[in-house]
C-alpha cells in the first residue's frame, strides 16, 4: 500500500507540473515562431522600449522595496515575537488584517496621496506603496519563525548584558536567516510582477516598469503574428531575472513557508 499510495502521489505531482508547465512551454514556442529568436532582438532592438532602461527600473524598484521591507519587517517581527509592551496583541493582527485589503480597494486614496506628496512619476512614489502591501504579509512570516527561537538564547543575552538592538544583531538576524532570505526572494518577485501601482502612479514612459513596457507590444486595434511573437518573447526576457533569483533562493523559500510551523 505504500509503494501504491507514493505511486499515486508522483502521479498526481506530475500532472500538476504538466498543468504548471504548460503555459510556460506554449510561450516559449510563440516567441521563436515567424522569425525565431530574431524576436527576442526586436524585443531588446525595439525603438519605443529602452530594454535595458525598462529593466533597471523594475531592479531598482524591487531591490530597494525588498531591503526596506526586510528591515522593517525584522525589526516589527523581533518586537511583536521577543518583547512585551502594551496593546501589542491589538497592533500585530492590526497589521495582519491589512493583507485583506488588496491593492485596487485604495487606488483613489493612492494616486490623490502620491500626487499631494509630488511623487508621481518617481521611484519613491511606486517603492513606498510596494513597501506598505508587502511588509504585513512579510511579518508574519518572519514573527512566526522568531518565535520558534527559543527565549532562553535571549535571556542568555541579557545576563551578559546585551541591549535589545544587540540580540537582534547578534542572535535573532543569524539565526533567522532562513526566514529572511524568504521573504527578500517573495518580496523581490512580487515587487517584479507588480502591475496595478506602477500603472497607477508611472506616466513617464522613462519610468515604465517591464509590467508596463509590454503594452508597447500589443496593437490598438489588430495584431500581426510578428507582434504577437514579440510580446511573448518580451515576456519571456522580462520574467527571467526573477526566476534566477527564486532559483537562488529556492531552497530558503521552501524551509521558510514551514517556518513557525514547530515551536521549539
Known amino acids: 500500500m505504500r509503494k501504491i499510495d507514493k505511486w499515486v502521489i508522483q502521479a498526481v505531482l506530475a500532472v500538476f507540473a ?12 510563440k516567441s521563436l515562431e515567424i522569425n525565431g529568436f530574431g524576436n527576442y532582438l526586436a524585443v531588446i532592438r525595439h525603438p519605443k ?14 531591490v530597494c522595496t525588498t ?32 493583507l485583506a485589503i488588496p491593492a485596487t480597494a485604495v487606488m483613489s486614496p493612492l494616486f490623490f496621496t502620491a500626487k499631494t506628496l ?17 511588509a504585513p504579509f512579510m511579518l508574519l512570516i518572519l514573527k512566526n519563525y522568531f518565535d520558534s527561537i527559543p ?20 542572535i535573532m538576524i543569524p539565526l533567522g536567516v532562513p526566514a529572511i532570505i524568504n521573504i527578500a526572494v517573495l518580496t523581490f518577485i512580487y515587487s517584479w510582477n507588480d502591475y496595478i501601482i506602477p500603472l497607477l502612479l508611472i506616466r513617464d514612459e522613462k519610468m515604465y516598469t ?31 531575472p526573477s526566476i534566477i533569483v527564486y532559483m537562488f533562493g529556492q531552497n530558503a523559500l521552501k524551509s521558510g513557508l ?7
Open 118 to 134: 509630488g511623487i508621481t512619476n518617481s521611484y519613491p512614489g511606486v517603492i513606498l506603496p510596494l513597501v506598505a502591501f508587502n
Open 210 to 240: 517591464v509590467t508596463l513596457a509590454t503594452q508597447f507590444f500589443t496593437g490598438t486595434t489588430s495584431q500581426t503574428p510578428e507582434m504577437v511573437a514579440q510580446l511573448y518573447a518580451a515576456l519571456i526576457l522580462m520574467t527571467i
Open 67 to 98: 531591503l526596506i521591507v526586510g528591515l522593517l519587517a525584522t525589526l516589527a517581527a523581533y518586537a511583536f515575537s521577543k518583547m512585551q509592551f502594551k496593546l501589542k496583541n491589538v497592533l500585530f493582527y492590526s497589521l495582519v488584517a491589512c
Open 49 to 62: 522600449v529602452n530594454y535595458f532602461l525598462v529593466v533597471f527600473n523594475s531592479f531598482f524598484i524591487a
Open 151 to 170: 527565549n532562553a538564547i535571549l535571556e542568555a543575552g541579557m545576563i551578559d548584558g546585551a541591549s535589545s538592538l544587540r540580540m537582534y544583531r547578534t
Open 18 to 29: 504538466l498543468i504548471w508547465l504548460y503555459p510556460l512551454v506554449q510561450s516559449v514556442i
Open 258 to 264: 514551514t517556518a513557525g510551523a514547530v515551536k521549539s
